[in-house]
C-alpha cells in the first residue's frame, strides 16, 4: 500500500524560499505521476505542480511558473517541490499525491478542479504540510 508523507514546511519570509519533499514508503513511486496541490485559507485546494513518473514531463500553474521546480528521486523515492520569492498568496496547506492518468499526465490532470478534489485520478495523498508566509 502506497503512502505518502510530506516534510518541510514552517515559516517563510516573504521573497524567501522553500523546500518541499515527499516521501513514498510501502510501493515503489516510479510507477505513478507525482502531483503537488495547496490549499490558501478559505480557498478550495489548487494545482501547483506534476511530474511525470519518470520525469520527463511537467506542469506548473500560472501563479508559480518561472519561481517553482519541481523535481523527482524514483531510486529514493522521494518528489520535491522548490518554491523561490515566496509571496503572501503562497501560503496554505501543500499536499503531495500519486496519480494515474489513462493516457499519462497531462496537464488537466494537474489543474482541473475536476481532477484534483477525488481520488479517481489522483488515488494517494499525504496529509499535507503547512507554508506560513510572514516577515
Known amino acids: 500500500q502506497l503512502q505518502l508523507a510530506e516534510s518541510g514546511g514552517g515559516l517563510v519570509q516573504p521573497g524567501g524560499s522553500l523546500r518541499l519533499s515527499c516521501a513514498a514508503s510501502?510501493?515503489?513511486?516510479?510507477?505513478?505521476?507525482i502531483g503537488w496541490f495547496r490549499q490558501p485559507p478559505g480557498k478550495e485546494r489548487e494545482g501547483v505542480s506534476c511530474?511525470?513518473?519518470?520525469?520527463?514531463?511537467?506542469y506548473y500553474s500560472n501563479s508559480v511558473k518561472g519561481r517553482a521546480t519541481i523535481s523527482r528521486d524514483n531510486a529514493k523515492s522521494t518528489a520535491f517541490l522548490h518554491l523561490s520569492d515566496v509571496n503572501a498568496e503562497d501560503a496554505g496547506v501543500y499536499f503531495c499525491?500519486?496519480?494515474?492518468?489513462?493516457?499519462?499526465?497531462?496537464?488537466?490532470?494537474?489543474?482541473?478542479?475536476?481532477?484534483?478534489?477525488?481520488?479517481?485520478?489522483?488515488?494517494?495523498w499525504g496529509k499535507g504540510t503547512l507554508i506560513t508566509v510572514s516577515s
Open positions: 499525491a500519486a496519480g494515474q492518468g489513462p493516457v499519462g499526465l497531462v496537464e488537466a490532470m494537474c489543474m482541473d478542479p475536476r481532477h484534483i478534489s477525488g481520488t479517481e485520478i489522483w488515488r494517494v
Open positions: 510501502g510501493l515503489t513511486m516510479d510507477y505513478y505521476d
Open positions: 511530474i511525470s513518473g519518470g520525469g520527463g514531463t511537467a
